[in-house]
């Protein structure tokens, strides 16, 4: 398999659930990212993780709580969210996360629901 | 600060007609520009990039951008759109020491009639 695969493909969720995101990259990328798309909106930066290491947290609620234990796995794990967090969460991966020039490849998202 | 501003919303051209997807950046300092195409439950697939050198860059599916400093812009053009063609279309700048960090714009959709 390659690329970049993001589980599940669709969620939905109550919320007082907990439930996590799944993002695993088989480039041999050494910088993972978390994109929200939400409808009429441009694409937002969540976070950065550059050699498993945050090096970025673009003043994201702490409902949402990103772990990367390794270069190729990234999650991100959701508890108490509200219906406005409904929207497509992209996974991203590159060659490094101080590399511009290294492009961004996106997995198909997870397309999550908060009811 | 980055910022990229997509004009158009939506376009709809013919099949066979030729387009041209505007992208207006704002940026200090020569920037990285991208274009990425997402079809209907899909990621985001890189088209082409610039970084340097020359201004008009090829991609992938038919797709060149030109990159005009004097004007702050990085269009998208495809001489013969194809039905396969119809998505949405997102411009993204980013710098060269902020790696994936890219500022996108809103997006345009695409719309192929035949």
């Known amino acids: 398999e390659t690329g970049v695969t993001q589980t599940p493909r669709h969620l939905v969720m109550g919320m007082t659930n907990k439930k996590s995101l799944k993002c695993e990259q088989h480039l041999g990328h050494n910088a993972m990212y978390w994109y929200k798309q939400s409808a009429k909106k441009p694409l937002e930066l969540m976070f950065v993780?550059?050699?498993?290491?945050?090096?970025e947290n673009n003043s994201v609620p702490s409902r949402f709580s990103p772990e990367c234990p390794n270069s190729s796995h990234l999650f991100l794990h959701l508890h108490t969210l509200q219906p406005e967090d409904s929207a497509l969460y992209l996974c991203?991966?590159?060659?490094?996360?101080?590399?511009?020039?290294?492009?961004?490849?996106f997995g198909n998202g997870t397309r999550l629901t908060v009811t | 600060a980055q910022s990229v501003t997509q004009p158009d919303i939506h376009i709809t051209v013919s099949e066979g007609a030729s387009l041209e997807l505007r992208c207006n950046y704002s940026y200090g300092a020569t920037p990285y520009l991208f274009w990425y195409v997402q079809s209907p439950g899909q990621g985001l697939q890189l088209l082409l990039k610039?970084?340097?050198?020359?201004?008009l860059v090829q991609g992938i599916k038919g797709f060149e951008a030109e990159f005009k400093r004097s004007q702050s812009s990085f269009n998208l053009r495809k001489p013969s759109v194809h039905w396969s063609d119809a998505a949405e279309y997102f411009c993204?700048?980013?710098?060269?020491?902020?790696?994936?960090?890219?500022?996108f714009g809103q997006g345009t959709e695409l719309s192929v009639k035949p």
């Open positions: 610039y970084f340097s050198g020359d201004t």
């Open positions: 993204a700048v980013g710098a060269h020491n902020q790696g994936g960090k890219l500022i």
């Open positions: 993780y550059s050699l498993e290491e945050r090096v």
């Open positions: 991203a991966s590159s060659l490094g996360s101080d590399r511009g020039s290294s492009p961004l490849h």
